[in-house]
Structures are given as structure tokens and as C-alpha cells.
């Protein structure tokens, strides 16, 4: 009994230490020393090792070290992991092969990490010198599983058809825990509304009905705090359409639902419409107010000088045999004479920088010509008019002509030489004297020599 009442009064003292050291940790007393830790809430993978690093300082002369690690969990008083007094570690004998701290360094190992680990690490820290100084953090462990890849499935598998059946798409993870499931389609989160709805978990989307804008890349992206992995694509059967039916050419003009056609000319006409699955196409003909079928399928060909009328209407028909919905559309030819159609092409496929580029072009080219023509105009009118003149008058323009005003003098020169009476040609002189008396034969080589020479004569002319 006495041993039973030792024992029972050292686990009252123990208790009332830890609490008093809990309250403590709570209260945070601290003065001069200070305990920090990287982050207040640390994630682990079970059976891995966790490590909870701890740092430290003091600015005061210390002669103990003490480093103290405690564990609580919700609503549970903490308990005793180990400890240590400078470099000598205790541990709690019932967990000293789990925990691991080398000092003075205060981190903690964990190895290795199950789900009962998960919970609230206190550690303390306590500097021994003119005083004792205390400071202590708390870090919150977490327990997880990681997160194995996930399978979407869909329902029914056949497909569904728009605003009619409803598609269930539903997400299947093996393994992990504490999941977050997000929907996403062509890569971006879905978007919930009132043809959209989740389970409770996020786990499976329902939509209904479905729509053409349903269709796309389905994908589930499931996370948790450790990892997290995203199922591969899938994309949902929706049967859809027609919609957005027209009709194209390679050849003609279109203007609105008509098509201009050179006689002679064969032109080939495409349908098309958005549908899943494809449309069956029909192509329709109205002649004499009657209407046949002259051909099935997404393109026609037709010859315009097999058409018995130059403007006839035909009809383009999109069935979806899965919706049960049809769409058509009509179109009219006009056949044209060979040429008028391609001139209104070309004209019409003529760029704006095109003609502006041709206008700039020819009203450079007529300025040059016009400038041309005006430099060389009055010299060609000139040359004309002295080659028609005879010999005798041109040198009488050379006898009135004098330079007395020497104003008169200036103007345009042209020299020209005359046959001699003889057919012998005679050259030109510089070296003759005045005084030998020369004729209006001999050829003078410049304009001062015409000056010269003019009055000379005059004057031999009066004596």
C-alpha cells in the first residue's frame, strides 16, 4: 500500500508539472529568448518521416539548455515525448525508438509517420542562466494518404440526346484520404448551374438535360493536402443538330442566296451543318412549280449548260437521324452570259491598295510624258521652220542681223553649213584675215565669228 500511495503521489506531481508547463506553453512567457518555427501546421504521408524543424536564440549568458516535446490531441491533456538538458536526451521509454532530437538542436524527427500521429507537437524550450528564460511554439500535424489517380465514369453509356436525356458522370478514387474533388471541362473548372448539380462529396455531376454547349473534354481533379492527381479525358456521347445550314460554291457569285454561273461554266455546291452524328443531305430541285429529289449527299455538281431555265431554285435538306430534327435551305442560280460574271469577280477581287497603286502609276507616267513634251516641243518647232527655209533667206537673216544693240545679239544660234556652188565642201577657218574680203560662203564655227563677220561686210558693202 505504501509503494501504491508513492507511485499514485508522483503521478499527481507529474501531472501538475505538465499542466503547469501547458499553461506556460499557452500563456507564451518569453523574455529575451525566442522560439520559431517555418510553419505552424505541417501535412505528412503515412510511413514516411516527418521532420518538424525548430530554431532558437537568446542574447544571454546561459549555462543550461533545456528542450522539452509534447504531444496532445483534441480534448486530451498533452503527453511526454522526450527531452533534453544541454546534450543529454530522456526520452519517454514508450516512445523512444519513434521520436528522435539531437541537441541543441530543437527539431523533432518523426519516423515513422502513422495516423495516430496526427495531432497538436508542443515544444519548449528553457535557457538557464542569471534567470530562467522560456518560449515555446505549437505545430499542427497532419496525417494523409496519398492520392491514387481517379476514374470518371459516365451514364448511360449510349450517349444522350439534347433537351432530352440526362448524362451522370461520376468520379472513382482507389485510394487516399481527405479528397477534394473538382470538375473541370476542356481544362477549366465546371461551371454549376441550374442544368448542372454535385453530390455532397463533389464526387458526381449530373446534367440535365444536356445541351450542345455540354459538349467537351470532362476530366475530375482529386487533391488532397499531400498530392493530388487528375483522371485522364473523357468525352460524353450528345447528340446534337442541325444547326448553322448553308450552302457554298468554288466557283460563281454569291450574293446572298443567289449564284451568278457563266454559261458553260460547271460549278460544284458543298452543304454543311453543325450535327452529331453527321447529317444525311438531300438536294432538291423546283422547276414548273414541282419539286424532285436529284441527288443525296453533302455536295452537287451542277453543268449550267444542262439547265434548261437561266434561273432556277434549288433546296439543300440536313436530316439527324439519331434527333429526329431536319433543317434546309434555298438557294437560287442565275445563268449568265460567258465573261460578265468574271468581270465583276476580278473588279469585285481588286484591292483598294491595288487601284491606288495603278492611279499613282499612270498620273506619274503622263506628268513625265507631259514635261517631255513641253522641253522638247519648241526645239523640234524651231528645226522644222529653219529646214524649210531656202539658202537665200537665210542668209539675208544673217545680212540685217547686227549686234550694234548689243541686246539684240542674244537668242538662239544655229549654225548650218550650205554645199559650195562647186560640190566641194569647204572647211571652216579661224586664221583668215578680215581684210581678204569673206564671202557668205565661207562656214563661220562660232557665235563670236558671226559678230565679227557681220559688220565687216556691211562696211565692204558701202564702199
Given at each position: ?5 508513492f507511485m499514485e503521489s508522483l503521478s499527481s ?313 431536319r433543317d434546309e435551305t434555298h438557294f437560287t ?79 538662239i544660234y544655229e549654225f548650218v553649213t550650205f ?45
Amino acid at each position: 500500500m505504501g509503494q501504491d500511495a508513492f507511485m499514485e503521489s508522483l503521478s499527481s506531481m507529474a501531472g501538475i508539472f505538465l499542466c503547469k508547463i501547458y499553461f506556460l506553453l499557452i500563456a507564451g512567457v518569453c523574455s529575451g529568448l525566442k522560439v520559431t518555427v517555418p510553419s505552424h501546421t505541417v501535412h505528412g504521408i503515412r510511413g514516411q518521416a516527418l521532420y518538424l524543424p525548430v530554431h532558437y536564440g537568446f542574447h544571454t549568458p546561459a549555462s543550461d539548455i533545456q528542450i522539452i516535446w509534447l504531444f496532445e490531441r483534441s480534448h486530451t491533456m498533452p503527453k511526454y515525448l522526450l527531452g533534453s538538458v544541454n546534450e543529454s536526451v530522456v526520452p519517454d521509454l514508450e516512445y523512444q525508438h519513434k521520436f528522435t532530437m539531437m541537441p541543441p538542436n530543437a527539431s523533432l524527427l518523426i519516423n515513422p509517420l502513422q495516423f495516430s500521429d496526427e495531432g497538436n507537437y508542443i515544444v519548449k524550450v528553457n535557457i538557464q542562466g542569471n534567470g530562467t528564460l522560456s518560449s515555446s511554439q505549437k505545430i499542427q500535424v497532419t496525417v494523409d494518404d496519398p492520392v491514387m489517380k481517379p476514374v470518371v465514369q459516365f451514364y448511360p453509356a449510349s450517349g444522350a440526346v439534347e433537351y432530352v436525356g440526362n448524362i451522370t458522370l461520376t468520379c472513382q478514387v482507389a485510394g487516399g484520404t481527405r479528397l477534394v474533388y473538382q470538375w473541370r471541362k476542356n481544362g477549366k473548372p465546371v461551371c454549376i448551374n441550374s442544368s448542372h448539380s454535385l453530390s455532397p462529396e463533389n464526387n458526381t455531376l449530373w446534367i440535365a438535360p444536356v445541351t450542345k454547349e455540354d459538349v467537351g473534354n470532362y476530366s475530375c481533379l482529386v487533391s488532397n493536402p499531400v498530392s493530388e492527381m487528375e483522371s485522364d479525358i473523357i468525352m460524353p456521347t450528345i447528340y446534337y443538330g442541325p444547326y448553322g445550314l448553308q450552302v457554298n460554291s468554288d466557283k460563281g457569285l454569291k450574293v446572298g442566296e443567289v449564284f451568278t454561273v457563266d454559261l458553260g461554266e460547271a460549278i460544284l455546291f458543298d452543304c454543311s451543318a453543325d450535327s452529331y452524328p453527321p447529317n444525311t443531305y438531300s438536294w432538291i430541285q423546283r422547276s414548273d412549280n414541282t419539286t424532285h429529289v436529284i441527288q443525296h449527299g453533302p455536295r452537287l455538281e451542277v453543268a449550267s449548260e444542262k439547265v434548261a431555265q437561266k434561273t432556277t431554285d434549288y433546296m439543300c435538306c440536313a436530316y439527324n437521324n439519331i434527333t429526329g430534327k431536319r433543317d434546309e435551305t434555298h438557294f437560287t442560280i442565275i445563268i449568265t452570259s460567258v465573261g460578265l460574271e468574271k468581270l465583276a469577280q476580278k473588279g469585285k477581287s481588286l484591292s483598294p491598295l491595288a487601284s491606288i497603286t495603278g492611279i499613282s502609276l499612270f498620273l506619274i507616267i503622263s506628268m513625265c510624258l507631259l514635261f517631255l513634251w513641253k522641253k522638247y516641243q519648241p526645239y523640234k518647232a524651231i528645226r522644222q521652220k529653219l529646214r524649210s527655209r531656202s539658202e537665200s533667206e537665210y542668209r539675208k537673216a544673217q545680212t540685217f542681223s547686227g549686234h550694234e544693240d548689243a541686246l539684240g545679239d542674244f537668242g538662239i544660234y544655229e549654225f548650218v553649213t550650205f554645199p559650195d556652188a562647186s560640190g566641194v565642201p569647204r572647211m571652216p577657218t579661224r586664221s583668215a584675215p578680215a581684210s581678204d574680203g569673206v564671202t557668205g560662203h565661207d562656214f563661220l564655227g562660232t557665235i563670236y565669228e558671226v559678230i565679227q563677220h557681220i559688220p565687216a561686210q556691211q562696211q565692204v558693202n558701202r564702199e
